[in-house]
T-cell receptor, first 115, second 111 residues
Framework: EAQVTQNPRYLITVTGKKLTVTCSQNMNHEYMSWYRQDPGLGLRQIYYSMNVEVTDKGDVPEGYKVSRKEKRNFPLILESPSPNQTSLYFC??????????????FGSGTRLTVV | QKEVEQNSGPLSVPEGAIASLNCTYSDRGSQSFFWYRQYSGKSPELIMF????GDKEDGRFTAQLNKASQYVSLLIRDSQPSDSATYLCAVNWATGNQFYFGTGTSLTVIP
């Protein structure tokens, strides 16, 4: 089954404790991205990756890191989480053509609470 | 001006009616548009995408794009209670690799 797998689904952590949210896709998509979803603000792009070793900032990258060492994996790293990073996080991947994208497949989401 | 704007709703329609969801966007040249459906507590799922002016139909769903007026809409024919969800509009500009989402429109289909 074609899918994007995120782990964990739920995470409660304390301020300043480094954490990693994993994301893996089995569709051989070049493009992968991380979003956070907050009430009233919608989905906001944190980082995206065009391919292995190619990453770029989205609209809200502060406090986050990513890496793309393999095509299928795109982990999100919070080096020192703060309460304002409490949110619902989604990883997504997309097939990319020569001049357009074909829409995202989203992971199931990670609900992060930082206390 | 926000890149992508949607009326948050809620929009209520009776079962069997046509639901019309609208999205306006900033003009930044060639764009690709996507409609997603998100059930409460779930991840968004792609309904359809549209690149060219005009209509694109897929089952009960029709996307309409009007680049001159800078809007894209989604029509849901024969609405069912299972269509009750939040509908997200997203845009990708050909000049970049970012996607911008609207905040979504909540739809309730009343049996």
């Amino acid at each position: 089954e074609a899918q994007v797998t995120q782990n964990p689904r739920y995470l409660i952590t304390v301020t300043g404790k480094k954490l990693t949210v994993t994301c893996s896709q089995n569709m051989n998509h070049e493009y992968m991205s991380w979003y956070r979803q907050d009430p009233g603000l919608g989905l906001r792009q944190i980082y995206y990756s065009m391919n292995v070793e190619v990453t770029d900032k989205g609209d809200v990258p502060e406090g986050y890191k990513v890496s793309r060492k393999e095509k299928r994996n795109f982990p999100l790293i919070l080096e020192s989480p703060s309460p304002n990073q409490t949110s619902l996080y989604f990883c997504a991947s997309s097939l990319r053509g020569t001049d357009r994208y074909y829409g995202y497949t989203f992971g199931s989401g990670t609900r992060l609470t930082v206390v | 001006q926000k890149e992508v704007e949607q009326n948050s709703g809620p929009l209520s329609v009776p079962e069997g009616a046509i639901a019309s969801l609208n999205c306006t966007y900033s003009d930044r040249g060639s764009q690709s548009f996507f409609w997603y459906r998100q059930y409460s507590g779930k991840s968004p799922e792609l309904i359809m995408f549209i690149y060219s002016n005009g209509d694109k139909e897929d089952g009960r769903f029709t996307a309409q794009l009007n680049k001159a007026s800078q809007y894209v809409s989604l029509l849901i024919r024969d609405s069912q209670p299972s269509d009750s969800a939040t509908y997200l509009c997203a845009v990708n500009w050909a000049t970049g690799n970012q996607f911008y989402f609207g905040t979504g429109t909540s739809l309730t289909v009343i049996p």
